[in-house]
């Protein structure tokens, strides 16, 4: 349901853009980070520690409440649940205003480091490969730390609450390592307006 949501709004808004860039572009809007990011900013993790009052320990309740995972399953089920209620149609437009901030962001930002530093590397016939050099946490709040290593040097490292986030960072290092300029964002490139 999110998806269709967001792929339609994506496609009457933006008709000139490819296939391929809307996808790229729906795929981080619908990520669990930005479900998270949108369930922080819609409360429902305090939602989640006033409701869970008496049933959890405070501290366990209060991790819980900001933990990125716990919120984006919130936000998913909450949708859902409106879905089942109230049908596709009456909810599509709040679901894309819920959701708008984190389009312009993949609108107007570079979200994909990794693809780039690949088909720079292969336009040279050079490759990367990620390690894992330290995840530190409890399972349910880690931290990694990976480098984006190119014919074995280190050309960037980078920190994040998952290995994609970390190894996102990385390749964003090892691009300007290499003095690779990033892509224009998206609407830059395709040359649209952001409100459609």
Same mark, same amino acid.
């Given at each position: 349901?999110?998806?269709?949501?967001?792929?339609?709004?994506?496609?009457?808004?933006?008709?000139?853009?490819?296939?391929?860039?809307?996808?790229?572009?729906?795929?981080?809007?619908?990520?669990r980070?930005?479900?998270?990011v949108?369930?922080?900013?819609?409360?429902?993790?305090?939602?989640?520690?006033?409701?869970?009052?008496?049933?959890?320990?405070?501290?366990?309740?209060?991790?819980?409440?900001?933990?990125?995972?716990?919120?984006?399953?919130?936000?998913?089920a909450?949708?859902?649940?409106? @879905?089942?209620? *109230?049908?596709? #149609?009456?909810?599509e437009?709040?679901?894309?205003? +819920?959701? /708008?901030? &984190?389009? =312009?962001?993949?609108?107007?930002? @570079?979200v994909? *480091?990794?693809? #780039?530093?690949?088909?720079?590397?292969?336009?040279? +016939?050079? /490759?990367? &490969?990620? =390690?894992?050099?330290?995840?530190?946490?409890?399972? *349910?709040?880690?931290?990694?730390?990976?480098?984006?290593?190119?014919?074995?040097?280190?050309?960037?490292?980078?920190t994040?609450?998952t290995?994609?986030?970390?190894?996102?960072?990385?390749a964003?290092?090892a691009?300007?390592?290499?003095?690779?300029?990033?892509?224009?964002?998206?609407?830059?490139?395709?040359?649209?307006?952001?409100?459609?």
């Open positions: 349901m999110l998806e269709l949501a967001i792929a339609r709004a994506l496609y009457e808004g933006h008709p000139a853009f490819s296939e391929g860039r809307l996808a790229k572009i729906r795929s981080h809007v619908v990520s980070h930005s479900c998270a949108v369930a922080r900013e819609l409360g429902l993790g305090e939602r989640l520690f006033q409701t869970g009052r008496g049933v959890l320990a405070r501290d366990e309740l209060e991790r819980l409440s900001r933990n990125r995972n716990v919120l984006a399953d919130l936000l998913e909450a949708l859902g649940a409106l @879905f089942l209620a *109230h049908g596709f #149609e009456k909810i437009t709040a679901v894309v205003g +819920a959701f /708008s901030g &984190r389009m =312009e962001y993949a609108l107007t930002s @570079f994909d *480091h990794k693809t #780039e530093l690949q088909e720079a590397l292969a336009r040279k +016939a050079r /490759s990367v &490969r990620y =390690e894992v050099l330290e995840a530190e946490g409890p399972p *349910h709040d880690r931290r990694f730390t990976c480098a984006a290593v190119v014919d074995g040097e280190e050309l960037g490292r980078g994040g609450q290995k994609k986030a970390a190894e996102q960072e990385a964003r290092q691009l300007a390592a290499l003095g690779v300029e990033p892509r224009p964002a998206a609407a830059e490139v395709e040359g649209a307006s952001l409100t459609g």
